[in-house]
């Protein structure tokens, strides 16, 4: 035992002689220009219990420092032998919550091969008042893939570096248990009412509600498929979803490898209690899809694609000719009125024809306060996170005015996004940092509809966001974490029959 003590009190002794010294310099060189780092984390707006924002100094340099300062609180920190600085987390949340509501100042000093030290040009990030959701959900997929294994859905704590499984796949490939899984959605970002899809092998839809699972089969004799895009809806055990004849096309040339698209969509809307589906809209001359709810509930908004361009006489529309069309199909936004009583729907209203301006809408979703709705615009089709064209776009809902988040836009892909509870926070995926992989991004969006520069999710080495060949799909914000565990969900996806659903016409 005293030799396992001694062993240990060593090696103690050696990682403590290893850490570089945090002293800043007396003598320096002033250099006014900001310092390059990776993530660009400078002249941010970042949540108030964000976990610390570590970063590489990416300036050759054979030693860096940063000093923090905010709130009467002072962080002085040395980087590793990569330059990699990393925040001890007491002090970087005890800095935040000091400051909220203010600014607080980044000053970086770099030493290079001579000895001699540089001081950079200050930057000052603005700690946000209000808070993010603590919890962010989403699933890891290679970009292109061809099997269905090495899949899972995650949930990582905002205010640490802790990622926990929600459910995963099978590791290796095995046909009788290959199997996808995808489209998790939450009631009002809480986890007690949620669901995903299971797609294959254990085929289904996994719904929770409260510490009951239930896998049901949302395919019907009258609808074109089970259920897809869903949107559950906030006061009601009700969810609204497309139903699609989707398949993939591959580009042979060009930049764009891949485009899915709809050869058919409708909507429905599926009563979880009574396990009933209804139809909403079933109309071959349109597609709509990507359904959503606004906060009365009372209005379902949605896409819709008008594919009588693509016909030829009385023609159907057909597969072949969807692909030699891909980029002639546009949707566009719409607004259903709901009564909630009768569960019926009203007359549609078209709330932006973008296919008037050869664009097209996907995702759109509602502020929490209802005020604005964010979607995101692009050159055709529906299946944005493929298109370069894609960006963020927000419409007023009470003025009507459209505008692009110019600040949190990029030249690559921006798509995919959810709000936080607060209606603060906006998360949306990117693949601006390589063309690839899509990573989550965040901005502030203030009362006035405005954001801010958008930042990076912070990890705890900064080379995981390089390391870690994995796209990040679907990113949705919660306020509390998935609480049931992965075996339970494992045990109801391959030891369970999905119940059948009754229609109501």
Known sequence: MKRILLYLTLLSGLCLSCKKEAVIPEKFTY???????????????????????????????????VQVTGGGKEIIVAGDDKNTIQFPATSWHSLLTASKGDAIKFTLFTKDKNGAWTRWQSYANYVAKEEIDPYLSYRLIEPGYELYRQLGIYQRNLGTFEETPIYENNRAYDIKDNHCINCHTYQNRKTGNMLFHVRQAHGGTVIVQGDKIKKVNLKTDSTISAGVYPAWHPMLNKVAFSVNKTGQSFHLIGQTKIEVLDEASDLIIYDVDKDEVTPICKTPDLFETFPTWNKAGDTLFYCVAKPK????????????????????????LMAMPYDMQTNTFGTPAVIFPASQIHKSITLPRVSPDGRYLLFTLGDFGQFHIWHKSSDLYVIDLLTKSIRPLSKANSPEVDSYHSWSSNGRWIVFSSRRDDGSYTRPYFTYFNEKGGETKPFILPVE????HILRLKSYNIPELTVEPVRITPGQFKDVIYNSEAKKVSLKQ
């Not at 400078?42 to 970063?55: D, G, R, V, W």
């Open 309 to 332: 361009i693509l016909l030829e006489g009385n023609d159907s529309i057909g597969w072949k000719r969807a692909i030699a069309r891909y980029d002639s199909i546009y949707y566009d």
């Open 31 to 65: 250099k006014e220009q900001l310092p390059v780092i990776w993530p660009d984390y400078t002249l941010l707006t970042i949540p108030p219990n964000i976990a610390p924002m570590n970063f590489k100094v990416k300036t050759e340099a054979e030693a860096a420092i």
């Open 461 to 464: 080495n900064p080379e995981e």
